[in-house]
Nanobody, 126 residues
C-alpha cells in the first residue's frame, strides 16, 4: 500500500521556521519525484517545491524561493521541507505528492501526480 505521511506542521510566528517531513512507503522511493503544494482556504492551489530523487534536481516556485529548502533522505524514504522566514501568507495546508515521472512534468502546480498525502496544516501568525 502506498503511503505519503506528512508531519511537522503547526503554529509559528512570522519570521520563524518549521520543517515538514513526508514519509513515503509502498513504492521505489529512489525512482520518484517528490513534491509539495499548498492550499489555503479560499485560494487556488500553489506549487511549492519538488525534488527528483533520481538526479537530485530541485525546484522552487514563486515566493518560496530563497526561504524554503527541500531535501531527501533516501535511507529513510523521507523528504523534508525546511521553511524559514515564514510569512502569514505561507499559512496553508501543505500536501506531499509523488510521481514516477519528473518534477518538470508537473511543475509548477504539481497536478496529476501519482500519489498524495493528507496534508499538514501550517499557520503563521503576524
Amino acid at each position: 500500500e502506498v503511503q505519503l505521511v506528512e508531519s511537522g506542521g503547526g503554529l509559528v510566528q512570522a519570521g520563524g521556521s518549521l520543517r515538514l517531513s513526508c514519509a513515503a512507503s509502498g513504492f521505489t522511493f529512489d525512482d520518484y519525484a517528490i513534491g509539495w503544494f499548498r492550499q489555503a482556504p479560499g485560494k487556488v492551489r500553489e506549487g511549492v517545491s519538488c525534488i527528483s530523487n533520481s538526479d537530485g534536481m530541485t525546484y522552487y516556485e514563486g515566493s518560496v524561493k530563497g526561504r524554503f529548502a527541500i531535501s531527501s533522505d533516501n535511507a529513510k524514504n523521507t523528504v523534508y521541507l525546511q521553511m524559514n522566514s515564514l510569512k502569514p501568507e505561507d499559512t496553508a495546508v501543505y500536501y506531499c505528492v509523488a510521481d514516477s515521472s519528473s518534477c518538470a512534468a508537473h511543475a509548477p502546480y504539481y497536478y496529476g501526480m501519482d500519489y498524495w498525502g493528507k496534508g499538514t496544516l501550517v499557520t503563521v501568525s503576524s
